[in-house]
C-alpha cells in the first residue's frame, strides 16, 4: 500500500476536547492494519489537514486507539 492510499479519500472527523471520557482513558493496541482501521488512518489525515495540523493521535478523533 502506497502513501498516496493512506492520505487520500477521508473524511473530516470532529476533534476531542480535552475532558472527554477517551481523552483520559487506557487506549487499545493496534494489532492489526484492517480495512477499518485503513478508513480510520483516511479519516484521520483528512482531519489533519482540514484542521492544518501536523500530528494527530486517535483519541483526538474520539477512538481508543494506540500504536502496539
Not at 487499545?28 to 478508513?39: I, M, N, Q, Y
Request: glycine share 12%; aromatic share 6%; hydrophobic share 45%.
Amino acid at each position: 500500500m502506497g502513501f498516496e492510499e493512506l492520505v487520500n479519500g477521508g473524511t473530516v472527523l470532529p476533534i476531542t476536547r480535552w475532558g472527554t471520557p477517551v481523552m483520559h482513558e487506557q487506549t487499545k493496541p493496534v494489532t492489526v492494519f484492517d480495512d477499518e482501521l485503513l478508513g480510520l488512518v483516511r479519516d484521520m489525515f483528512a482531519t489533519m489537514a482540514a484542521s492544518r495540523g501536523v500530528g494527530l493521535a486517535a483519541t483526538q478523533v474520539g477512538r481508543d486507539l494506540a500504536e502496539a
